[in-house]
């Protein structure tokens, strides 16, 4: 089992940065992919960025990529999300979560999940 502790969220104005860490605890962090997810009031959750147990495959969704870069320290049990160049649409509640790497990061299933850390944008 995984337990997962984000932080770094914040108030940022639009074209600012933040950085987004999820600490994990157990000494299998290295077999599970993991992912940023997020979900803004009213909007369904949507995985933002995803890393493969290796850190060897990385996965960006759309409206983010070349903005945000996901990276992970297996010796560390960390994750972590360079957010650069925010928008307000990136206002959202941020979660971290865990899947097992037995799966192809394509078809991941996530089964543990942080509380989240906000992350809001003004214009």
């Known amino acids: 089992q995984v337990q997962l502790v984000e932080s770094g969220g914040g108030l940022v104005q639009a074209g600012g940065s933040l950085r987004l860490s999820c600490a994990a605890s157990?000494?299998?962090?290295?077999?599970?992919?993991m992912g940023w997810f997020r979900q803004a009031p009213g909007k369904e959750r949507e995985r933002v960025a995803a890393?493969?147990?290796?850190?060897?495959?990385?996965y960006y969704t759309n409206s983010v990529k070349g903005r945000f870069t996901i990276s992970r320290d297996n010796a560390k049990n960390t994750v972590s999300l360079q957010m650069n160049s925010l928008k307000p649409e990136d206002t959202a509640l941020y979660y971290c979560?865990?899947?097992?790497?037995?799966?192809?990061?394509?078809?991941?299933?996530?089964?543990?999940w942080g509380q989240g850390t906000q992350v809001t944008v003004s214009s």
């Open positions: 979560a865990a899947a097992s790497g037995s799966y192809s990061l394509a078809v991941a299933r996530y089964d543990y």
């Open positions: 157990g000494r299998t962090f290295s077999t599970y992919h």
């Open positions: 890393i493969s147990w290796s850190g060897g495959s990385t």
